[in-house]
């Protein structure tokens, strides 16, 4: 066996401490992130030499260039993927098989227990996740792309705005031009509320018109390559009222505090405590509903989360999101999100959209 490409080569290395002998990748986006491939219904086993990938004819064509350095056994269309699972278990002449806990059913972890009565199944939890969490050079640079495409999209929608468009016409419209910039799509269905409709944290758009608006939370992110980048920016019309502009301000002052105090070693809790102190000072804590952000990558909410009750450490590599909010039922809601990279000396904003009171504006 050639030697196993590093993301694999790093999971390897874990297996002495998770007391297994062979692990079994289950979760489609832990499979695409050990070994390249970006099908379904596959599953990746690792010994402390070897990768291979079970899978099925469907994707024999697309394994042998996304998969050249691994292993691959494909399954007749008469077999389950559960069979072919079962037969290669048995075969391997490995005793301890780690299974990924959070992503393998009950029911399937029953079964092959039942028909592997030989094998010892190790239940394990977030073993590739915090591998994830530290993201390599090239995901670093597929990332900084997803937010360039959704910045680049952003800026382009804002100036064709007039009074009759529709919350929903201007989530179609940034994910369109998403695309048109390169996109696989939306990294996430965009949220996108006028007025009192931006109180509401997980909001699905609808037919509420600008016109009617004076203010605009819109919360987008592109899928470039299969990384995600994830913005939000709250605008206002000139006649926005006076506490929706001191919230404003107090929002991003939180926001860049938090920002601020980006660094490696530094706890998730206590950032999250850094823009829930500047909010409690204005008098807004009760109306900051949520965690201050999460990570992202494969998926758009990945581990570190950054909440109070987070115990995670930042390190050097994570991409984290800063996105502090207050919602006021029936009148508004404000939140600022950024992208940020830590770095072994601090951090970087990845993204770089204006975001003052005074520049945050959607004029009709
Ligand atoms: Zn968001
Ligand atoms: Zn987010």
Redesign the pocket.
């Known amino acids: 066996m050639n030697q196993l490409p590093p993301r694999l080569a790093t999971l390897t290395e874990s297996l002495d401490s998770l007391n297994v002998d062979a692990f079994l990748v289950t979760d489609e986006i832990n499979v695409r992130y050990l070994s390249g491939f970006t099908g379904d219904s596959s599953y990746l086993l690792v010994t402390p030499d070897s990768a291979t990938v079970l899978s099925d004819g469907r994707y024999e064509t697309q394994l042998a260039s996304q998969c050249k350095e691994l292993a691959c056994i494909i399954r007749p269309p008469a077999q389950l993927l559960s069979d072919l699972t079962q037969s290669v278990l048995n075969d391997l002449g490995r005793k301890r098989i780690g299974i990924e806990s959070d992503h393998f059913s009950l029911s399937s972890f029953r079964r092959l227990s039942k028909v592997c009565p030989e094998l010892h199944f190790v239940e394990t939890s977030g073993v590739v996740e915090r591998q994830r969490m530290i993201k390599d050079d090239g995901e670093i640079a597929t990332t900084r792309a997803a937010v360039r495409i959704a910045e680049r999209a952003f800026q382009s929608v804002l100036p064709v705005l007039t009074s009759t468009w529709s919350e929903i016409e201007i989530a179609h419209e940034l994910e369109s031009k998403m695309r048109m910039l390169g996109a696989e799509g939306c990294s996430f269905p965009p949220i996108v509320g006028a007025g009192p409709a931006g109180a509401l944290p997980h909001y699905h758009p609808g037919e509420n018109k600008l016109g009617d608006a004076t203010t605009l939370l819109i ?1 987008w992110g592109a899928n470039y390559q299969g990384y995600a980048s ?1 913005l ?1 920016r709250t605008l206002h019309r000139e006649n926005a009222s006076d506490a929706f502009r001191r919230a404003y301000d107090a929002v991003l002052e939180a926001q860049l505090a938090a920002i601020d105090a980006i660094r490696p070693g530094a706890a998730a809790c206590e950032v999250d405590a850094v823009a829930r102190g500047v909010l409690d000072k204005a008098g807004l804590g009760e109306a900051f509903k949520h965690g201050l ?2 990570g ?1 990558g494969l998926q ?2 990945e581990s570190p989360r950054m909440s109070s009750i987070s115990e995670e450490k930042l390190a050097s590599g994570m991409i984290i ?1 800063v ?1 502090p909010g207050v919602y006021f039922e029936g009148d508004f809601g404000i939140r600022i ?1 950024d992208d940020v990279l830590v770095t072994e000396t601090g951090h970087e904003v990845l993204s770089s959209l204006a975001k003052g009171l005074e520049e945050s504006r959607f004029i009709l």
Do not use: K, L, R, S
């Open positions: 919360d994830d939000t952000g999460h992202t758009i909410h999101t996105e999100e």
